[in-house]
């Protein structure tokens, strides 16, 4: 089986977009691939966190990873500074990569801001270790959106040049794998900026525990336009809220939007509103439910990553040790 691997920050919850756009597409994966997934911690802090909130949020997000039908009975679920592989190749790639090639990261022109020269080296570095994270397992395949393309490229830049520069065929070519009905859930209250957790407002964005209420109020505030919505997905080309609803329904429902639009074109957003109401309570009522009870038990929960850490470090560890060994460094006996 093709061995896959993806991350996740520990934000918290996930958002609807989160979920949407990346998590609910990995639970297939661990019936058809050999699946890792990790909640990312050593990327969180390459901006500041509060230690108590980042231990509370990678315990949420693993929570919530399992709650929305990642079983780590059928896939490789972890904290990823629990395996520390994913630190010492990042080191080695820290060597390989080229300044050249991260200068060209736009990722790190959006974090960074204005104040490039306050960024972390951390945030600066990022895409090594991410790229040390996937080639640490060998994996081939990585579910990822578009916004992480240009990191897989990198990976595959600093893959090449170590096998390169050592006279090897070690580390393989990854592929990214795009999958999913609503890829990309956007703002609700700007249809043509990310569903995010950084945003400010907590009314642009749906999260997995919100209640009925918060559900229902959020949709109802969410930006529309005055025109009903169209008969055919033609029509929501220059009309980006209305896109990222019908997108949304579509998505939670199993559906195209060609369908959403069949049975509600040329109806109004009032209307439309509510079924989405309805549509997401349903759906994510059970998760909710299963967030909180693995996290009324956190003993069981941390025990439950600990055997994923096992695991994840039987893969990783040896791939690490022979990449460490045809640098040159000699074997700790």
């Known amino acids: 089986m093709t061995r896959v691997f993806s991350g996740i920050q520990p934000s918290g919850v996930p958002t609807l977009g989160n979920y949407l756009g990346a998590i609910r597409n990995w639970v297939p994966m661990q019936d058809t691939h050999e699946s890792i997934f990790c909640v990312v911690d050593l990327h969180a802090i390459t901006v500041w966190q509060d230690p108590k909130e980042l231990a509370r949020q990678t315990r949420e997000m693993a929570a919530a990873l399992i709650a929305c039908g990642l079983d780590p009975k059928r896939c490789t679920l972890f904290i990823q500074s629990h395996v520390h592989a994913h630190t010492r190749l990042a080191w080695i790639f820290n060597c390989v990569a080229r300044l ?48 992480q393309r240009q990191h897989l490229e990198l990976a595959n830049d600093i893959a090449e040049k170590f ?35 950084s945003d400010p407002s907590d009314q642009s964005r749906i999260n997995l525990t919100d209640d009925h209420d918060a559900i229902a109020l959020k949709i109802r505030r969410a930006k529309t336009d005055p025109e009903p919505l169209p008969d055919h997905v033609s029509g929501l080309e220059a009309r980006p809220e209305a896109r990222n609803l019908v997108g949304i329904l579509a998505a939670i429902t199993g559906t195209m939007p060609e369908n959403v639009l069949r049975e509600h074109g040329g109806k109004g957003f009032g209307a439309f509103k509510e079924v989405l109401v309805e549509a997401l309570v349903g759906h994510l009522t059970p998760i909710q439910r299963e967030i909180t009870r693995l996290l009324d038990d956190p003993a069981a929960l941390d025990a439950q990553l600990r055997l994923g850490a096992d695991r994840a470090e039987a893969i990783a560890a040896p791939i690490c040790a022979r990449a460490e060994g045809i640098v040159g460094f000699l074997p700790r006996r």
């Open 100 to 147: 050249g090639w991260l200068n060209r990261m736009t990722q790190f022109k959006d974090k960074a801001g204005k104040d490039r020269e306050a960024a972390s080296s951390g945030l600066y570095v990022y895409p090594n270790l991410m790229a040390a994270d996937i080639l640490t397992y060998h994996a081939t395949m990585v579910p990822v959106g578009d916004d």
């Open 163 to 197: 096998n390169h520069d050592y006279g090897v065929d070690f580390f393989p070519r990854i592929e990214p794998l795009i999958q999913g009905v609503a890829a990309r859930v956007m703002s609700l209250r700007d249809g043509t900026k990310k569903m995010s957790k």
